[in-house]
């Protein structure tokens, strides 16, 4: 072992990191980045989920337990009517609505309480507060201790039997795609330009779109074949909770690998080196993936974050994709259009920006 | 006449940052002959084949190739190009490299003879990571060709050849320019320009004398060429 020789190639590594201005970047700037998206994205959010409360009971105890459910801190309560709680949990303003019936304070006397909560049920853990709350409400204010709390639950979409990987697989499944199409992308099409090839392409009479909807059309040849594996070993082996169309969800992922195909062309436009390329992965994957819903639901991001989140298209893709799987939606909902057309709207943009930004000089 | 020369550079400049590549470069190339761009490391001609084939944006002047105005991406389809590293696909066979690039000229049908003519057609099959330096320069000039180009570009095609690759390459160009092709091959060595019609010395983004090798002698007063060149350059930089 020798020290100096040690030395030299120390050296050497970081005098190579010296010229290279982007990596030192990245090196130090992303961590805080991140760590600061990460730290806004949960301490920063101030929403609780919202809850209806609908009350019909005829007797007194329905009124009091509702009082007490608007000042819980735990949900931001809001009064409703019954007929109008499942579409308004259909379109997303309310997570839960609970229902004090007409006999309540009746039932309460013969012993049972016995309030309805109808829960959205897509995103696990959203029905902890809602039932916390009402604990509580009922502890302060219910009447004897002999009285039995039986809340009769009810969920709009999954249930009960929804685990962690039902609600995360139907986000994860466009998610592996997304990430893996992007990086081999965008690692291909650099090389394409380091090897010289992209320099004799451009004295061909190729024309440029040729080039990028080429490579868009093989890669998504590629894509595809991965999206189906994905999409077979998530429902088949690992038995990830679906009630839609699988055709529709394969679609889903086959437009997020055509978005992933065209970032990754337009990204190396970017990148010199192959080395500066596989440092836009944090940059571009880690934000949509803080920010996209996966781990979050976005409506409970502060404020800022919710404006970003809007534009980002795999927000739209997860959400689209949770759609179909959990809440079984086709292509009559306005929201999955909305969802599918952002999404497709990226990869037209994309193509362009791809197209637009690959130029035929080199200088 | 435009029409009779196969490349003509008016008072090309080109700026690099501070660096002045290419310094009112006027040349024109006649069909079917074979052109030399001589000059060290460095010189521009590089830069000077990159702007005849469009790659580079002259800052001033114009450039016309087989009569028509460049940057011009049909014409291009007349045009071979084969850069100064072995642009190859190395995990495609070396078939599978000439194949792409006649398609992409729209030429499928000259696999077979491009091959032969670099004498690659037994190694067809053979995936380029496996092949040595010369057979790769070998198979990314077969890509330059596969599409009978009328005007061939060559970036030092002969560099880190051995000398028996080096004759046989050029008995390849001669071969082309014979069928009419013209060429245009940019080299540092002087051998290699005593094989050309007419050369062009560059030297700091100048053309700084054209003629055939024994015009060029004898404008230096010199029976070497390399001699020749050493003379013209110092002329060049003094003034």
Known sequence: ?363 | MAESFAVDVQGVQKKFGSLQALDGVTLRVRSGEIYGLLGPNGAGKTTLIRSIVGLVAPDAGTVSVLGLRMPNVENLRNVGYMTQQAALYPGLSVEENVQFFAAVNGAESGVTDALKLVELDQRRKSVVTTLSGGMRQRCSLACAIVHRPKLLLLDEPTVGLDPQLRVRFWDSFREMADGGTTIVVSSHVMDEAERCQRLGLVQYGKLLAEGSPDEIRSLAGTNNLEEAFLRLAGTGAES
């Not at chain 1, 700037?29 to 929403?47: E, H, N």
């Not at chain 1, 995103?123 to 604990?135: F, I, K, M, N, R």
């Open chain 1, 1 to 363: 072992m020798s020290g100096h020789r040690i030395g030299a190639i120390t050296r050497r590594l970081l005098q190579q990191f010296r010229r290279d201005r982007r990596t030192l970047a990245l090196l130090f700037v992303a961590p805080i980045v991140i760590l600061a998206l990460l730290g806004y994205m949960i301490r920063g959010s101030s929403s609780t989920p919202s809850v209806g409360i609908a009350n019909e009971d005829q007797g007194p105890l329905g009124a009091t337990l509702a009082s007490a459910l608007e000042r819980s801190s735990l949900i931001s309560a809001s009064t409703i009517q019954a007929s109008e709680g499942d579409s308004r949990l259909k379109d997303g303003s309310l997570v839960a609505y609970i229902v004090f019936p007409a006999d309540f304070s009746q039932r309460a006397q013969s012993g049972t309480i016995a309030p309805e909560v109808h829960l959205e049920g897509s995103q696990p853990g959203t029905s902890v507060p809602v039932l916390q709350a009402l604990q509580q409400a009922f502890a302060s204010s219910g009447p004897a201790a002999a009285v039995h709390f039986q809340p009769q639950i009810q969920y709009l979409y999954g249930g009960q039997g929804l685990d962690r990987l039902d609600y995360f697989g139907a986000a994860f499944i466009g998610l592996i795609v997304f990430f893996l199409v992007f990086v081999i992308t965008i690692v291909a099409f650099l090389n394409e330009r380091s090897q010289g090839t992209l320099e004799r392409l451009m004295a061909s009479p190729l024309r440029r779109g040729e080039i990028v909807i080429g490579y868009m059309i093989g890669f998504t040849v590629l894509a595809l074949v991965q999206s189906a594996e994905v999409l077979l070993f998530a429902l088949a082996v690992l038995k990830v909770y679906n009630q839609g169309n699988v055709i529709l969800i394969f679609g889903l992922e086959a437009l997020m690998a055509l978005a992933a195909v065209n970032l990754g062309i337009f990204l190396s436009m970017f990148a010199r080196t192959e080395f500066q390329a596989v440092q836009f992965i944090p940059l571009v994957v880690v934000p949509q993936f803080l920010l996209s819903g996966i781990l979050f639901p976005v409506s409970t991001e502060p404020k800022p974050l919710q404006v970003i989140s809007d534009v980002l298209p795999l927000t739209y893709a997860v959400n689209g994709l949770r759609d179909v799987m959990i809440k079984g939606a086709d292509l009559t909902w306005s929201s999955l259009q909305l969802d599918a057309g952002v999404v497709a709207a990226y990869c037209v943009l994309l193509i362009v920006a791809g197209v637009a930004t690959l130029r035929r000089r080199i200088a």
